[in-house]
């Protein structure tokens, strides 16, 4: 037996009959999860969601939704709600008429369809505004009925195909926080596609990260973004110092770091990489200030460049020859110039190897 809702086993998927847009893809969501697909254009992430909603057949796989093979089932017998990046509005029904289309093809009463269409019209603030039409709509409102249109019938799952991404910046954020609080209030399960990382970061119960049709990671937002299983993981989520590395003293935590000699590692992690070649992860906000000389995994960086953020700073600077990047706290980051030398120190178990 097993807890998951969506189930997805070895997905295959070839357009031309050469290069497979998703290879063997499984992965598995629980009821009331919410799940972000996350990649570059092309990695596969849209093809998924797009089999998963039977627009697209797979070539081989399975996809299960509360344990029954959606083999064979056709888009509007699943159950799903589907929201797209252009929305797809009836341009000639009101707000409202969108809203109630999905439960009169389900051949609900119309009076029955109109309150509950007002209910979901309420639940994603637009009570006033269901006689509108989408062009009286702006971009975050229209993006609003489509949601609502999408849950009216009340999906057993949400799938979502980078609706945020015609909005502006306040906006979409605005739109992340709507789209969580609908979410939990209706406890659906939720696959939401994005290339955004912050985007994901701040939405997921979960991320997927894919690749080349592969899935490279498949963990909690904060597990994607420290412990990262791959390089291409490290350098896709968030900015990153890759330093190469090569372990000393596996039980002690020693390794020689390019650029940056003998530093601390967590031994765990330098106990599991055969070889002992690795990439060594510093997310620039773990460099911070050394306040003192003999500190662990000190370094001098040689400051190149500042870009202020006001709340933090991004220095840039060398290291060893190596390149760098550090974000400090903006309180930190004050009188800092251009060709200072900056004395940085990072906490053993803020690294993170990658095997090489």
Not at 69 to 79: A, I, L, N, Q
Not at 136 to 143: A, R
Request: with cysteine.
């Amino acid at each position: 037996m097993t807890d998951a809702y969506l189930e997805i086993a070895g997905l295959t998927k070839s357009y031309d009959g050469k290069r497979k847009a998703l290879d063997r893809v499984s992965l598995t969501a629980r009821e009331g999860e919410f799940v972000t697909f996350l990649g570059p254009s092309g990695s596969g992430k849209t093809t998924t969601l797009m089999v998963i909603a039977g627009f697209e057949q797979p070539d081989g796989g399975e996809v299960r939704v509360g344990g029954v093979s959606m083999f064979g089932v056709p888009p509007h017998k699943r159950g799903i709600g589907v929201v797209f990046q252009n929305y797809a509005l009836f341009p000639h029904r009101t707000a409202l008429q969108n809203v109630m289309f999905p439960l009169l093809m389900r051949s609900v009463p119309k009076a029955q369809a109109a309150a509950k269409a007002k209910e979901m019209l309420a639940l994603v603030g637009l009570a006033d505004y269901g006689e509108r039409y989408p062009r009286q709509l702006s971009g975050g409102q229209q993006q609003r009925v489509a949601l609502a249109r999408a849950l009216v019938f009340d999906p057993t799952l949400l799938l979502l195909d980078e609706p945020l991404g015609a909005l502006d910046k306040n906006l979409r954020e605005q739109m992340q926080l709507e789209i969580k609080r609908i979410q939990r209030a209706l406890h659906v399960t939720t696959v939401f596609v994005t290339h955004d990382q912050s985007e994901a970061m701040a939405l997921s119960d979960r991320i997927v990260v894919f690749e080349g049709g592969r899935i490279q990671q498949d963990a909690a937002p904060l597990d994607v973004y420290l412990r990262p299983c791959t390089e291409f993981v490290a350098r896709f989520i968030g900015d990153s110092n890759l330093l190469k590395a090569r372990i000393v003293d596996a039980g002690a935590g020693i390794a020689e770091v390019e650029g940056l000699g003998l530093s601390r590692v967590l031994p765990e992690e330098a106990r599991a990489l055969p070889g002992g070649e690795a990439l060594l992860l510093l997310r620039p906000e773990v460099l911070t200030p050394a306040e003192a000389d003999h500190v662990p995994n000190r370094l001098v960086l040689a400051v190149e460049e500042i870009v202020q953020f006001g709340d933090s700073a991004l220095v840039i600077g060398r290291a060893g020859g190596v390149a760098l990047r550090a974000r400090l706290p903006g309180r930190d980051a004050q009188g800092i110039e251009a060709g200072a030398q900056l004395p940085l120190c990072w906490r053993t178990d803020a690294g993170h190897l990658i095997g090489s």
